[in-house]
């Protein structure tokens, strides 16, 4: 079928009851152009106020209902012929009307699904499409709202290819040639048998045609018929993460319909000795748990802010991505495919037990089988993706009958993919939840026994997760897997080759602080095959689960989320404008990918002060050393790295070597004052230096900077323009400790799209044009609006204005 983009010439609005709107109440419509986040733009409140999504979990922001309209034309010619519409995502309970007639609904805000529409058309004349979305109380995260994702208008004729119609596997793979098969569904809904010749031609990356087949295939009317085909590619180019070769198949029905899809060769195995292998190489998950947010821009998925994700986080050394805890959007699995980048794909975050009020367990009991179907059609050709997670943290998994659903979503993956992995993310103190109330409540009130075990979340999941009856319980739900997640739970690493010598675990989600002890279980044990952090990029919602804490008489322990004005989850590797911070050059050196020592400084506000962050917390270091009103105060440096010892000096002022490595957690702490100069780490193995790395104060005049991630950028596809807007001093060094408001102004060829910095606590908006800096930093995303040029200015006081140009092709 011909697809056009259906993204132009939208209009929302909050929606209003008809009957309130009879009596005067007026919400306008605004114009909008697709992807669109309606809940990023709406004020936040504190707890008292207004209803909220769920308080923290959903960064304070309001729930609601958003109305969408669009007005278009089918001309006469298309009568007779089969249009649909394709949502990739409508955040959440979308229901869509065509010309005042209900013609579908999909309550799950994750699943691209299709509107049949040409029943309720009027050709020849004008349309409307109305779409109603709503978002309350139904996450555990900020999930925004509203037609988030792309959406197309579908058009074919009435024997045709049908949407998600094409699937390509690699079922045999060597040197010289790879089998290809192509699998076809025709669909035929006129009245008459239909006889079409089907052309499927390969080709690889410079567009040569490597491999084509000729076949006939008669349709019955109302009855699609599937046509395999098995081609012969000679002398493949094999996908990984390394070289992620892609290839294109091309299916044409003679005069009728044609279709393209890309996709990778690659083999996959998996056993308890070896772990997965890929083209017969042991390849070992550094994986990132990701939340859909876009920063700044709320949930709005455009291909470049996934690509950019994608890529930043490739860079920051992980080579596999867990989206969490949905179906991954369409454009991240085209950046994953180009840039080489595995994923485990995950369907649901509940089953039959909600988490939240109103979230997707009233719906699953009768929508899981479809949305299953949509997630699995959505991947199937897509190299990247290895692995399907058939839930997270699903308290069902430790009871019997759910075990029996688990085994149902399992063979339903099956039925439709054999040619990947399944896995769940179980959390064992979850699945033993009823039992641990129990305890808690017969337990003493001094704090002993579970009370006790209470105060540390990471060493209470692991005790628990190591348990006997955790063990017992959850037996049946990891043994219909073939790949047993496990969230917090890397005690049951080396405890379960022995109980399960079959069984094969996947770290789903650990903490960020134990990233050293786990990747060195990860190497050491064959049948466990990689460790995703929780979490590799920051997100909105969850708000301050890693932030920093220190105890006080007021906070005798952590707590688990923070008050109203906080944004911010706090927790990942890279923050939430894609700037590493400095957990993440920690996990580099412990990967092995970083050779030279990285040093992170403590604030020294609070120097002598007690640590009392969540273990999703990493301290509370910066990576500078401007720290002005605190010259000869007291000051903690550490300093990472892989080596035998690292010396700091500050200045020319030596203050000794410390060891440092795997033996001592790949880290070390120096006690100094702090003095402005230069701040340098060299390390050491076997008495030979093998790295350094230095901080400098910024000195000087405060300057703006302004740096585009391109000059030139494409007027279509879902481009965008990033812009890190930047203090330094006159030598380029970064200003952490001079933040001020940035304002901006764009002109040209593009609109501003966000706005915004990493502050985790603030109650600006990312839809202004101004906002202060955080650490120095922030971030401008720009959206071209037609070929041409975007022209942005950006100004703060005491600096001099700095202007941008973005070429739009």
């Given amino acids: ?478 043994s219909v897997l073939d790949v047993a997640g496990m969230n917090y739970a890397e005690a049951r690493y080396t405890l379960d080759r022995e109980l399960f010598p079959n069984r094969i675990i996947l770290g789903t989600e650990t903490f960020p602080t134990r990233i050293d002890g786990n990747w060195r279980l990860v190497e050491q044990l064959g049948h466990v095959i990689g460790d995703f952090t929780w979490t590799g990029w920051d997100y909105l919602g969850e708000v301050g689960i890693g932030r920093p804490q220190y105890l006080t008489p007021n906070a005798p322990r952590p707590s688990h989320t923070a008050p109203y004005p906080y944004l911010l989850a706090g927790c990942g590797d890279l923050d939430i404008t894609g700037h590493r911070r400095p957990a993440s050059y920690y996990r580099g050196i412990v990967f092995g990918l970083r050779t030279e020592p990285y040093i992170a400084v403590r604030r020294p506000e609070h120097h002598g002060s007690t640590w009392a962050g969540t273990p999703w917390a990493w301290n509370d270091t910066v990576a500078t050393w401007t720290w002005p009103g605190f010259e000869g105060e007291p000051v903690t440096v550490e300093v990472y790295g892989d080596a035998d010892e690292v010396e700091l000096l500050v200045g020319a002022r030596s203050l000794g070597r410390r060891p440092v490595g795997e033996e001592h957690r790949f880290r070390t702490e120096f006690e100094t004052s702090y003095e402005p100069g230069e701040l340098l780490a060299i390390a050491y193995r076997d008495g030979v230096e093998t790295g350094r790395h230095s901080l400098r104060t910024a000195t000087g005049p405060v300057q703006l900077r302004a740096a585009p991630d391109r000059r030139h950028i494409t007027a279509h596809g879902g481009d965008l323009a990033y812009v890190t807007l930047t203090l330094t001093d006159p030598d380029g060094t970064l200003h952490t400790a001079a933040d001020r408001p940035v304002t901006v102004e764009v002109s040209g060829a593009g609109v501003l799209s966000g706005f915004g910095s990493a502050d985790p606590s603030t109650e600006e908006r990312f839809d202004t044009t101004e906002r202060r800096t955080y650490e120095g930093r922030a971030l401008a995303v720009l959206r071209p609006t037609g070929p041409g040029r975007i022209r942005l200015v950006a100004s703060a006081p005491e600096c001099a204005p700095v202007a941008v140009v973005v070429a739009v092709e």
């Fill in 1 to 478: 079928m011909k697809r056009t983009s259906f993204n132009e010439g939208w209009q929302t609005r909050p929606k209003v009851n008809p009957f309130a709107e009879l009596s005067g109440t007026k919400a306008p419509f605004r114009p909008v152009t697709l992807p669109h986040d309606a809940m990023i733009g709406q004020a936040r409140t504190a707890p008292g106020g207004e209803a909220t999504m769920e308080g923290g979990a959903g960064a304070y922001f309001p729930g609601g209902t958003y109305e969408y309209r669009k007005t278009f034309a089918v001309p006469e010619e298309h009568r007779g012929r089969r249009i649909l519409f394709e949502f990739e995502g409508v955040y959440r309970d979308a229901f869509v009307y065509i010309n005042g007639d209900f013609a579908g609904q999909r309550p799950y805000g994750y699943s691209h699904f299709h509107i049949d529409a040409d029943r309720f058309l009027r050709f020849g004349e004008d349309n409307e499409i109305r779409v109603e979305a709503r978002a309350h109380r139904d996450s555990r995260w900020y999930t925004g709202a509203g037609i988030y994702r792309d959406t197309w208008m579908l058009v074919g004729e009435v024997v045709r290819i049908a949407p998600d119609g094409v699937r390509v596997t690699t079922p045999d793979i060597d040197a010289e040639r790879a089998v290809v098969e192509v699998a076809t569904r025709v669909e035929n809904d006129s009245i008459a048998i239909r006889t079409v010749d089907i052309v499927t031609e390969v080709r690889d990356s410079d567009g040569s045609v490597v491999a084509s087949d000729i076949s006939k295939a008669t349709v019955l009317p109302g009855e699609p018929a599937v046509v395999r085909q098995r081609l012969y590619v000679r002398a493949p180019l094999l996908w990984s993460t390394g070289t992620p070769a892609l290839y294109t198949a091309t299916v044409t029905l003679k005069d009728l319909d044609a279709e393209t899809v890309v996709f990778g060769m690659r083999s996959l195995r998996l056993d308890p000795e070896h772990g997965l292998r890929i083209n017969g190489e042991r390849v070992k998950l550094r994986g990132a748990c990701v939340h859909h947010d876009n920063g700044v821009l709320g949930a709005a998925t455009f291909a470049r802010a996934e690509e950019r994700r994608v890529q930043l986080l490739k860079d920051a050394g992980f080579n596999s991505l867990r989206m969490s805890h949905h179906p991954m959007s369409k454009a991240m699995l085209d950046a994953c495919d180009r840039l080489g980048m595995l994923v485990v794909d995950e369907a649901f975050d509940v089953w039959t037990s909600g988490k939240s009020d109103f979230d997707y367990s009233l719906d699953f009991p009768e929508w899981w089988e479809r949305d299953i179907e949509a997630m699995v059609a959505k991947d199937f050709n897509h190299p990247s993706v290895i692995m399907y997670s058939i839930g997270n943290e699903i308290p069902e998994t430790g009871t019997p009958s759910g075990a029996a659903r688990g085994r149902q979503l399992a063979e339903k993956v099956r039925s439709l993919d054999h040619t990947r992995y399944v896995t769940n993310a179980v959390n064992g103190m979850l699945a033993v939840l009823s039992e641990l109330r129990a305890m808690r409540e017969q337990a003493p009130q001094d704090g002993a026994g579970i009370n006790t075990l209470m105060a540390d979340a990471g060493d209470m999941m692991n005790a628990i997760s190591a348990s006997a009856l955790v063990t017992e319980r959850t037996a049946e739900s990891f």
